[in-house]
């Protein structure tokens, strides 16, 4: 075989395998997608095509008419939303005090935080139901806001501290040297400077609050208070024996292709954010 | 200036965590007709009794080993076909994250549908593989249904791993590559003595970030099968005898010791992850 040769078949192989990777990843989606253009009774078919014959928007008019959906997705944003500005505005002071300043029990504040995010949330659900129950926040988007606030803190506080690491030093120190204090020099030197890394985060924090499931679950018990993923996950037909696939897949496209667009325009500070997270410690 | 973060995360993770220990030694339920009673270690050695706990014990074991290892080794491989000088890489990469970001719980649902047995395009592909009978309900099959559930654990996670992996690969040095290939080294002995070892300390951390993700795995679980046939885990049992059963029975106490247990068997891991890192806090 001459060498030519090998690099085509080396590059057929590559391709080919980078084809199989992308229509693992993409395949659920495009099929949601399809399913929810489809008409019940196409939809219905033993033999589903994989592009469909008739597209109908039918699925995406009945999710709003015939369900509080629009509802649900305000729910959502107002709680992710709430509780990345706030995860952010709590989490930079910490990450700035953890980057930068000298103080006792550093190691342990660091353990303890990090040690929150790796709780397995269901050890504390039933006492925070309790404690939301008695503070009559079940139902209320504080109730979900604050436990969403906890959970997200140590992922915004851990990632921020390694983008603040990053900064030049030399700004700041000469900013304290001119009498500025600690706080401003926070609001208006380091925090202009990591931009972008608090984009990055703020995205990474939105992202983990809006895909919950168990605190949401279980603190929302009315219909009109559920978040997104748990409006879809208990979608109801008219009968226990009817499953709306095609407005489930309607309502999954929905919200999901806001996040796939977000994705996709930020992936490079997604994977720095992740990476900084997550490997790089 | 730390002080905020503390506070949250004290009133909202350590109260309810010491409050779950607390009440793991009482017998109680939510509605006020349950007196509360003081039973000592009753709700611990009842653990070791129920069949159902030690099944989801059983099942959260299964689930994390099979999909963390189905991650590991497929995210490596697809690290390295990323890695490979290929166009469009930023675009592969971007679709790599979808899985990702999708919530699990919506996920759960595509491919619920997907696994449908008279409708489901994955019924019907594994029918033509001659790999299940046609009509086959794949979700009311033991064994089937945790087959699946791991399916769609290692679709979303994979191609997330991969990019972690990749992360690490793009920190190996190319003189290193180039210094072995001088010495004659073909491309498996380069794998083996370069890449791997190189890449030690990112999977091992991945790995057990993972298994941490795993054994606390909820969403996938409750939508798929809501824990039967065989599929219950510690998450999905826990949450039923606490908040199922919170207001028609005195299992509340019952509960808190499953989630203690959890606690314990997680925190074994997390110390692990902790002291991997533990050079970083500085």
């Known amino acids: ?281 | 200036m730390i002080f905020p973060a503390i506070l949250v995360i004290s009133v909202i993770a350590f109260f309810p965590l010491f409050k779950t220990f607390y009440d793991s030694f009482f017998k109680f339920g939510l509605n006020p007709i349950f007196e509360r009673q003081f039973v000592g270690i009753n709700n611990y050695v009842r653990l070791f009794k129920d069949p159902r706990f030690l099944d989801a014990l059983k099942n959260t074991i299964v689930f994390t080993l099979v999909s963390v290892a189905l991650e590991t080794v497929l995210g490596l491989m697809i690290a390295l076909v990323v890695h490979q000088p290929i166009k469009f890489r930023g675009a592969i990469r971007a679709a790599m994250l979808i899985p990702w970001a999708i919530p699990t719980a919506i996920s759960s649902q595509m491919w619920r549908w997907m696994f449908n047995d008279q409708f489901g395009i994955m019924s019907r592909f594994l029918e033509a593989l001659h790999i299940i009978q046609p009509g086959t309900p794949i979700l009311g099959r033991p064994g089937m249904a945790m087959a699946a559930i791991i399916a769609v654990d290692v679709w979303k996670t994979t191609p997330f791993m991969a990019l972690l992996i990749l992360a690490g690969l793009q920190l190996i040095p190319e003189q290193l590559y180039e210094a072995a290939r001088i010495d004659g080294a073909n491309a498996m002995q380069r794998f083996f003595r370069i890449t791997l070892p190189m890449l030690r300390p990112t999977i091992a951390v991945a790995l057990i970030f993972r298994t941490l993700d795993a054994l606390r795995v909820f969403d996938v679980v409750y939508v798929m099968t809501r824990g039967s046939v065989g599929t219950e885990t510690l998450s999905v049992y826990n949450r039923h005898v606490l908040m199922d059963r919170a207001f028609t029975s005195a299992s509340f106490g019952y509960g808190s010791a499953i989630s203690v247990a959890i606690f314990v068997i997680i925190s074994v891991f997390a110390i692990i992850y902790i002291k991997s890192l533990k050079l970083e806090l500085d």
């Not at chain 1, 489930?248 to 325009?265: E, F, G, N, Y």
């Open chain 1, 1 to 281: 075989m001459s060498i030519s040769t090998r690099k085509i078949l080396k590059n057929v192989i590559l391709y080919t395998l980078v084809a199989f990777i992308l229509i693992w990843c993409i395949f659920p989606f495009y099929w949601a997608v399809i399913s929810s253009l489809k008409p019940d009774k196409d939809l219905f078919e033993v033999n589903p095509r994989l592009i469909p014959a008739r597209v109908t928007f039918e699925n995406y008019i009945k999710v709003f008419t015939e369900r509080p959906f629009h509802q649900n997705i305000w729910n959502s944003i107002v709680v992710a939303g709430s509780t990345t500005l706030l995860s952010l505005a709590i989490g930079s002071l910490a990450a700035y005090a953890i980057a930068r300043l000298k103080f006792k029990g550093k190691v342990l504040v660091m353990t303890l935080i990090l040690a929150v995010s790796m709780f397995p949330q269901v050890s504390i659900l039933g006492a925070l139901f309790v404690l939301l129950r008695n503070m009559k926040l079940i139902n209320t988007y504080p109730g979900l806001i604050v436990p969403y606030i906890t959970l997200t803190l140590p992922l915004t506080t851990w990632i921020l501290q390694n983008f603040f690491r990053e900064l030049p030093k030399e700004v700041e120190e000469s900013a304290a040297i001119d009498g500025c204090s600690r706080l401003r020099t926070l609001w208006s030197i380091v925090l202009p400077m990591a931009a972008p890394g608090l984009v990055a985060t703020g995205l990474l924090t939105f992202i983990a609050a809006w895909n919950e499931f168990l605190f949401a679950l279980t603190f929302m018990q009315r219909p009109e208070m559920y978040t997104v993923p748990v409006a879809i996950a208990l979608f109801k037909g008219r009968s226990q024996y009817e499953i709306p696939w095609g407005q489930i897949m309607a309502a999954a496209v929905i919200v999901t292709t806001p996040l796939v667009i977000l994705v996709l325009a930020f992936q490079k500070k997604i994977i720095a954010g992740l990476s900084a997270g997550s490997v790089k410690g």
